[in-house]
């Protein structure tokens, strides 16, 4: 796949939040927190964290039911894991591409451009959920008063993602509640700003509202909901699990509070796999709660490690198996490009 522009400012971003994640550890300390870490639990918490992928893939047959009904999970798991070992080894999020085409490889009655618009709804619902429980955990009376991060307050940083999820909703559900009009203003835009792009853009709006198509169904809406949920609080507990490993005792809250902080740190461009960002954001989230930054960033690393392998393999063998290349990567990734954007991401390396 092409390593474009957008890949080496990921990269250079990484470099630098890992500079802030490291400086002024002391890493001798660092290593007594690791000697003294519960082996057993951490490897608990790798497994934990590694199950909400299947969750993830549960989750997006609801979404795609209205394509697709009743779509094997077999499918839908392995392309899951391939979009996310892509996304640990390849830059700029190509795993969304990759997850999208593997899917539709496997199963001809979703074709690409339904399954890459689908992905839309899933950013959507995590982003909700985990913005919602993140405020949760604000409420919680052992959360610190007047907490603040980076010289900020963070309620802050919660209240303007929050804001913008909700403006991504209302459009979404403009563009579901009322395709044919949309259609027409996009139309008569076009016409006058770029012709020739007409059929084209014409064409992704109308693959973009049959992948939304979940959203008109109070069924499917509530089903995608409680498998979402599900997913953010057992990626919670993991967090939680890893928390008690390496001697950071702090409520079950910190970790719904923590993972928030995380997936809006990871809306922004940066290395595969989340480094960096994830170690930056796990150190001064948890010093909002009072936890020193050697045990904060013992907790980061050893977590970021444990949670990252197991999913990069199993994906690199349902790659193997499928018999993808890069290539073919890079030909739906262009495809996608073409058809349409997907917001933000706010996947955590456990999400």
Sequence with gaps: MKFGWRGAVGILLSAGFLYFAFRGIAF???MAHVRR??????????????????????????????????????????ATAIGMMI??????????????????RSTPAVPFPAAFASLAVDRLFDAVVVLLLMFGSMLDPAFPRG??????????????????????????YVVVLFPARVLRVYELVARRLAPRLEARGRDALVSLANGLSVLRSPRRFAAVFAWTVLHWLV????????????????????????QGLIAI??????????????ETFGKYGLGIYGVPPDAAVTWAIGFHFLSYVPITVIGAWYFVRAGLSMHDLGGAERA????????PSTSTPAA
């Design 336 to 343: 996608a490009t073409e058809e349409t954007e997907l917001p």
């Design 28 to 30: 001798a300390e660092v």
């Design 87 to 104: 996304n640990n080894v390849v830059p700029a999020r190509a795993g969304e591409f990759a997850r999208a085409y593997a899917l539709s």
């Design 265 to 278: 740190g990871v809306s922004i461009p940066q290395a595969p796999g989340f480094f960096g960002v994830f």
């Design 147 to 172: 907490a603040t991060f980076m010289d900020r307050p963070v309620a802050s940083y919660a209240t303007f993602f929050l804001l913008v999820t909700a403006a991504g909703i209302a459009v979404l």
């Design 235 to 258: 990626n919670a507990l993991a967090f939680w699990i890893a928390f008690r490993a390496v001697g950071v005792h702090t409520p079950f809250s910190a970790a719904l509070f923590l």
């Design 37 to 78: 870490a519960n082996l057993g639990l951490l490897l608990l918490s790798a497994v934990a964290a590694t199950c909400i992928f299947p969750l993830r893939a549960l989750r997006w047959r609801p979404i795609l039911d209205p394509i697709a009904p009743d779509l094997p999970f077999s499918r839908l798991w392995s």
